[in-house]
């Protein structure tokens, strides 16, 4: 059975940088990887994905140039980088494995990963 496993969340100042971290089970080096966040009475946005050997990444607009999708199949781990954070990118952070092609699983769309992790909370203030 797949486990993902957030860390690396918590408060951070505006301009601050956190590292987010999600420990998984060693199938998921053949998955397509992703960071989704979500806030109180919103869906689930997608962030960025990566795909199994690294080769392809996408980064969403709103936080392009700012954030970065790395893994570590070795380590089974998957990291987004965030710098100069904002209050906007406050969230519960979720990351994401799934089987989908990258063409597909780039889409960023939430229904196409079949596991996920508990999440971790990042909370930036002004």
């Known amino acids: 059975q797949v486990q993902l496993v957030e860390s690396g969340g918590g408060s951070a100042q505006t301009g601050g940088s956190l590292r987010l971290s999600c420990a998984s089970s060693d199938i998921t080096a053949s998955y397509c990887m992703a960071w989704f966040r979500q806030t109180p009475g919103k869906g689930r946005q997608g962030v960025a994905a990566?795909?199994?050997?690294?080769?392809?990444?996408r980064v969403v607009d709103s936080v392009k140039d700012r954030f970065t999708i790395s893994r570590d199949n070795r380590e089974n781990t998957l990291y987004l980088q965030m710098d100069n954070l904002s209050p906007e990118d406050s969230a519960m952070y979720f990351c994401?494995?799934?089987?989908?092609?990258?063409?597909?699983?780039?889409?960023?769309?939430?229904?196409?990963?079949?596991?996920w992790g508990r999440g971790t909370q990042v909370a930036v203030s002004s």
């Open positions: 994401a494995a799934g089987a989908a092609p990258w063409r597909q699983c780039s889409g960023l769309v939430s229904t196409d990963f079949m596991y």
């Open positions: 990566i795909s199994p050997s690294s080769i392809f990444t």
